[in-house]
């Protein structure tokens, strides 16, 4: 059994409604004439015999989408790695950065002054703001 064999639209239903762990332990336990069984419990039944069939399913319908998903986000991948390709040439984006690292040495005086901070820690520029209640984006715009 393999993805090409059953399609998309079968993988998709069968990864719904692959029979949980505590059915397949119920099934398993069957050891009666499986014909008498109702049609959704051999369906239960056969299945349950299936190794890792849920990981399959999953796997396969991952496969078969796999390139919708790349077409999806492709552009946006371009796109931020343009952005990228721009910061890191941008003089007036390093002329940004070293006006923060010398404002956050400013408001460190007498403390630790630093040659360098991360990334993440601009996030927290939104939260500082002066006395006049102006936050340091605000400053830093005009």
């Given at each position: 059994m393999d993805h090409t064999s059953l399609g998309d639209r079968n993988i998709t239903v069968l990864k719904e409604i692959v029979p949980t762990d505590e059915e397949r332990d119920i099934i398993s336990t069957y050891t009666g004439d499986v014909s008498l069984l109702s049609k959704v419990d051999r369906f239960f039944y056969e299945l349950s015999d299936i190794p890792y069939l849920k990981s399959r399913m999953e796997t396969w319908h991952f496969m078969l989408h796999l390139?919708?998903?790349?077409?999806?986000?492709?552009?946006?991948?371009?796109m931020i790695g343009k952005a990228c390709a721009e910061l890191t040439c941008s003089q007036k984006w390093l002329d940004v950065?070293?006006?923060?690292?010398?404002?956050g040495n400013f408001l460190?005086?007498?403390?630790?002054?630093?040659d360098a901070f991360k990334m993440s820690s601009l996030a927290k520029l939104m939260d500082l703001k002066s006395a006049d209640n102006k936050t340091v984006r605000s400053f830093m715009i005009n």
């Open positions: 390139s919708e998903t790349i077409a999806l986000v492709a552009p946006d991948l371009e950065l070293r006006i923060i690292m010398q404002m460190n005086q007498g403390g630790n002054q630093v």
